[in-house]
């Protein structure tokens, strides 16, 4: 147990569609990175924030937002879903600002959009 | 720009044998090199790591050498086993330019045969 927590651990929408992906970090974790993880592309990069605020970007889509709220949980909102957003979303914490590189990750949400 | 490239799987070897998943990177400046492993069903868990050259990273048996002259961090062990069944991920994470995250390469699926 990594001590990150994702909910939902799976999820089933339709295109068009919005949704809302939840993380809460290991206890004493500031930073929080939200990856997806699809066979295609593997594992990417979308978004990493550290005690609130946005801390680096990566491919994240202009439909895609995340936000980490003060008690450091994060959110990553889907929308106007499309099927190739369809993947394993990962959440990832560490307890540093400049990273380390060790990260600890979440069991992810399998988002399956039809 | 940062990448990584480690072997296509998947590979299946049976248990006591040899593993060598290869990896290589493409980084400006000294970027610290990792492996992480996801077993069926988890999250990724940091392996090993090495942040410069010639550092050798080791954990459960596995070993990686960061090698700056071949730009390689090949992953080995020596006798695997069942339990070492999983996706192993080779990762750069490079802080120039205030870039902080880290880039994967595709993972490798391991199987390992009683």
């Known amino acids: 147990d990594s001590g990150v927590t994702q909910t939902p651990k799976h999820l089933i929408t339709a295109t068009g569609q919005r949704v809302t992906l939840r993380c809460s970090p290991r206890?004493?974790?500031?930073?929080v990175y939200w990856y997806q993880q699809s066979l295609d592309q593997g594992l990417q990069f979308l978004i990493q924030y550290y005690n609130g605020e946005e801390r680096a970007k990566g491919n994240i889509l202009e439909r895609f937002s995340a936000q980490q709220f003060p008690d450091l949980h994060s959110e990553l909102n889907l929308s106007s879903l499309e099927l190739g957003d369809s993947a394993l979303y990962f959440c990832?914490?560490?307890?540093?600002?400049?990273?380390?590189?060790?990260?600890?990750f979440g069991e992810g949400s399998r988002l399956t959009v039809l | 720009g940062n990448s990584v490239t480690q072997m296509e799987g998947p590979v299946t070897l049976s248990e006591e044998a040899f593993l060598t998943i290869n990896c290589t990177y493409t980084?400006?400046?000294?970027?610290?090199l990792f492996w992480y492993v996801q077993y069926p069903g988890e999250g990724l868990q940091l392996l090993l790591k090495?942040?410069?050259?010639?550092d050798k990273g080791s954990n459960k048996g596995f070993e990686a050498t960061y090698r700056k002259e071949t730009t390689s961090f090949h992953l080995e062990k020596g006798s695997v086993q069942v339990s070492d069944s999983a996706v192993y991920f080779c990762?750069?994470?490079?802080?120039?330019?205030?870039?902080?995250?880290?880039?994967f390469g595709k993972g490798t699926k391991l199987t390992v045969n009683p």
């Open positions: 090495a942040t410069k050259a010639d």
């Open positions: 206890s004493g974790d500031l930073s």
């Open positions: 990762a750069l994470m490079n802080s120039q330019g205030g870039s902080e995250k880290l880039v």
């Open positions: 980084a400006t400046g000294y970027p610290s």
């Open positions: 990832a914490s560490s307890v540093a600002k400049a990273g380390t590189g060790e990260l600890f």
